[in-house]
């Protein structure tokens, strides 16, 4: 679906997350949505409401479709790069309701 302009074609050159308890690795200075993507996961969290499956639309920071949580802080997905051993999961919907975002 999404391949990098340039492939990291280098194994010792990768950063691992996980992200709802699945491992992960991608090339350093990729952003935490564009390596879920990379990885097969289309949908990040759910509407408050309706409870529909929402994933990264714009990647540039504006529809807010790629929220996450990082360590209990809920941020936008496309404008996180990964790190070493970040623990990424989906968005309870409670906490989209209760307003909780960083
Ligand atoms: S994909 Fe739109 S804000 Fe992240």
């Not at 309706?50 to 936008?76: A, H, K, N």
């Not at 990424?88 to 307003?99: D, F, I, S």
Request: glycine share 8%; hydrophobic share 40%; net charge negative.
């Amino acid at each position: 679906m999404f391949d990098p302009i340039v492939p990291n074609t280098d194994p010792n050159a990768q950063v691992h997350f996980t992200f709802d308890g699945e491992s992960i690795y991608t090339a350093p200075n990729t952003s935490v949505a564009a390596a879920l993507l990379a990885a097969g996961h289309t949908w990040f969290r759910q509407m408050p409401v309706s409870g529909r499956q929402r994933g990264p639309f714009c990647m540039m920071g504006t529809c807010f479709d790629c929220l996450v949580e990082i360590d209990g802080i809920t941020v936008q997905a496309c404008v996180t790069t990964v790190t070493e051993g970040l623990n990424v999961t989906r968005v309870p919907q409670m906490h989209l309701q209760e307003g909780k975002f960083k």
